[in-house]
């Protein structure tokens, strides 16, 4: 019966998410803490900036915002990442679609149409595992991404190992 609801429980585990709210941004480089995971957002020009979009490209209040081919987001802690919020923040309305590559460093790799912001930007699922760098690559060139809402989970074996250890059925004592 306990290993029915140990399973029942992780199904339904909830996520961490970078919103951005909280994040701050030092000499181009956009940094923020969420459940003791510190997230480093980075591109090779130092042009990583916070900005309150309102909405634009599906954001929610602060978004990442940059000018660059690629952007590296680094985790200080290994996380098994959910998913992230991009778009491309073009500067008319004519819609674009690019093809944008995610690269771990635990060599998973996903390549995803990515809608501008005009058209909702895209909610990319990146079920990676056990990631410390993601670089995100844009195929046709330079781009200005925005992104937002990136969710995890903090990845550490022992969660599974302490989650089933408080029910092994042993008493103090015996």
Known sequence: MCAIVL????????YDTFDFESAYAVDGIVLQTVAGVTLRAENGSGEMRLSALRGFGGTSGYALLGTCRSIVLRFDS?????SVRLAES???STSRERMVTFESDTGESATH???DGYRGGAEVVLPFKAVQTLIITDQSGTFTPII???AFHSHSPEWLGAAGSEHKGTTPGM
């Open 148 to 150: 937002d809402d990136v």
């Open 113 to 115: 149409a990515v809608l």
């Open 78 to 82: 290994p996380v098994d990442l959910v």
């Open 7 to 14: 399973l029942v429980q992780l199904a339904g585990a909830r």
């Open 90 to 92: 073009s500067s008319s």
